[in-house]
């Protein structure tokens, strides 16, 4: 049965951009999987007064259900109305494939949906992103594109290496299309293991850093087409304390790298007013996790590791929206 996200409750993404953009800050787009997850990005998000963009990719959706997760987004504008708020809160298909996804996404309640046919010739990406636009458009349902190719894994997208954005490229896409808001490849990668040590640089803590982002890209494109809505995925930054707190009870994650939080507040404060984050709320998560079992062998209540994991999310959500994208109190 067909259903608008508006009976949901939810939001589309172009009021939300469009303060962004006024305001220079970035929207959250946490991933989820389960619902430890989604309570606490919602519990996080109110107590930050944050908007927020709820992310499923394909691979969430069947793990979660497709009917299930209808009734997880109205159980998440519920949650923030009981907490006593009206965050505006979207739910959208991250990195979808195909217009039957995307079209299968707008019929059960998804007020946003990415199109990824960036690993198509320009014209096949042009052709597919417009085909979904015209559907998502009827439905007042806001579609994000993607130019250049993000390097890395994340659940079913995986891509060897990079190729950054064309900014000669960006005009004719979005005038083509008429996309909502573009995904753009400037140094940024999927996953926890984002960057080859060897390509690294270590700072005074030994910790690994790697290559700058490249803002150049970002500023041309920003010339070439002003005030649009600009999207960095692969935007997590690996936190240091996560990874050892794995390593320390059992994990093996070593070398894990990502996109320093300096360089994502520099890029919230241009036109990316959109900034995905999957691997942290994962590794915050799993730390937590991680250290239960080690602490307690015994425990075989899901609720006494699933619920101290939740809280390390709620903490890692706040500290999100407050000093990295800069959206907290913007609701």
Do not use: W
């Amino acid at each position: 049965m067909t259903v608008s996200y508006k009976e949901l409750g939810l939001s589309n993404t172009k009021e939300m951009f469009r303060k962004a953009m006024e305001g220079k800050y970035a929207i959250p787009a946490y991933n989820f999987n389960n619902m430890e997850q989604l309570q606490a990005i919602i519990t996080g998000c109110v107590e930050t007064s944050s908007p927020v963009i709820l992310q499923v990719s394909s691979g969430a959706r069947k793990y979660a259900n497709q009917t299930l997760l209808q009734y997880m987004a109205k159980g998440a504008v519920e949650l923030a109305r009981s907490l006593g708020s009206n965050i505006p809160i979207t739910l959208h298909l991250d990195h979808g494939d195909t217009f039957e996804l995307a079209k299968s996404c707008i019929d059960t309640g998804f007020s946003s949906v990415m199109i990824d046919a960036s690993h198509f010739p320009f014209e096949e990406n042009v052709a597919l992103t417009k085909k979904v636009v015209e559907y998502a458009h009827d439905r007042d349902v806001s579609v994000e594109a993607e130019l250049g190719v993000l390097a890395g894994i994340e659940d079913e997208v995986s891509h060897a290496h990079s190729n950054y954005t064309d900014p000669n490229e960006v005009e004719d896409f979005v005038a083509k299309t008429n996309v909502d808001s573009l995904a753009i490849s400037i140094g940024t990668s999927h996953g926890a293991f984002k960057f080859k040590a060897k390509d690294c640089t270590k700072n005074a803590d030994g910790i690994l850093v790697p290559p700058p982002l490249r803002f150049d890209i970002l500023e041309e494109i920003e010339k070439r087409i002003p005030g649009f809505p600009i999207v960095l995925h692969g935007a997590s930054s690996v936190i240091p304390k996560y990874v050892e707190m794995i390593n320390m009870y059992g994990g093996k994650m070593d070398e894990a790298v990502g996109i320093p939080e300096e360089q994502l507040r520099k890029a919230a404060a241009s036109a990316v007013c959109k900034i995905n984050i999957d691997s942290d709320g994962r590794l915050a998560m799993t730390a937590a996790i991680r250290k239960v079992f080690f602490e307690k062998p015994g425990e075989f209540d899901p609720r006494k590791y699933l619920g101290p994991a939740r809280d390390e999310l709620v903490q890692l959500i706040k500290h999100k929206n407050l000093n990295v994208v800069g959206s907290a109190n913007r609701a």
